[in-house]
């Protein structure tokens, strides 16, 4: 009987330790995932900030070229 119990008890070591690892190995995909996902957005905002810039900038020499026009 002590031999079972104790079978009982080192299997059920075991499987906690499997159920873990594989808690880990979830938790470590989803924090990859999340920061190849944050990555992808950083560089989504760069872009559009930069092409905001670019906007702005174009739209600031047209303004300046209307208003030489206009004073002339």
Do not use: H, P, Y
């Not at 990859?32 to 996902?37: G, I, K, L, R």
Request: hydrophobic share 45%; charged share 25%; proline share 0%.
């Amino acid at each position: 009987m002590k031999k079972f119990i104790l079978l009982v008890a080192v299997s059920g070591t075991f499987i906690m330790c499997k159920k873990r690892e594989a808690a880990t190995s979830q938790l470590e995909n989803t924090i990859s995932s999340a920061d190849s996902t944050i990555a992808d957005a950083s560089e989504k905002i760069i872009t559009i900030n930069d092409q905001a810039n670019a906007a702005l900038d174009s739209a600031n020499v047209k303004i300046k070229e209307f208003e030489t026009l206009k004073m002339r």
